[in-house]
C-alpha cells in the first residue's frame, strides 16, 4: 500500500500547481503546441517548458515533433475530468458561474477570455482543506 500512496501522492502533486493547471486548460480542447501554449497561458517561454517537461514526465501529456515544433496534448482525459469535477465543487462552494463541461475553468463570457482557468476564492464557510492560519515562505 505504501507504493500506492506513494504514487498517488506524485500525481496530485503534478496537479497542486496552479501553472499546470493553466497548462491543463489550454490543452483540455485540443492539441497545441508550444509557442501557442506560451500565447494562450501568458507564461514565459523557459517556465511554460519547464512544466510542459514535469507534465509529460508524469505522463500527463504526450508529445509529438513536427517539424521544429512539439505539440502537446493530454494524454489522459481523467486527468482533465478530476479537475473539471474539482473546479466544480469548489466554484459550488463559492457561489461562482458554474464549470463549462469544455474545461477546468467556469464559462467565459467572451471566447478571447479563456487564457487560464478562472481564480476561485475560498468560501468562508467552507475554506479549502489545505488553508493555512498564516503563509510561510
Do not use: W
Not at 506513494?6 to 497548462?23: D, K
Not at 496534448?73 to 461562482?96: F, H, N, W
Not at 463549462?100 to 468560501?123: C, F, I, N, Y
Amino acid at each position: 500500500m505504501h507504493e500506492v500512496f506513494e504514487s498517488v501522492a506524485r500525481y496530485f502533486s503534478v496537479l497542486g500547481e496552479p501553472t499546470r493547471l493553466r497548462i491543463l486548460h489550454a490543452l483540455c480542447q485540443e492539441e497545441r503546441c508550444v509557442n501557442e501554449i506560451i500565447r494562450v497561458t501568458g507564461l514565459a517561454q523557459a517556465n511554460a517548458s519547464r512544466h510542459l517537461g514535469l507534465m509529460y514526465q508524469a505522463g500527463m501529456l504526450s508529445r509529438r515533433r513536427e517539424g521544429t515544433q512539439i505539440f502537446y496534448k493530454v494524454a489522459d482525459p481523467m486527468y482533465v475530468e478530476l479537475c473539471r469535477t474539482v473546479s466544480a465543487q469548489i466554484t459550488g462552494r463559492s457561489g461562482t458561474a458554474p464549470v463549462a463541461r469544455d474545461g477546468l475553468g467556469a464559462t467565459p463570457a467572451h471566447p478571447s477570455s479563456s487564457q487560464g482557468p478562472v481564480r476561485v476564492e475560498a468560501s468562508p464557510r467552507h475554506p479549502p482543506a489545505n488553508q493555512k492560519e498564516e503563509a510561510s515562505v
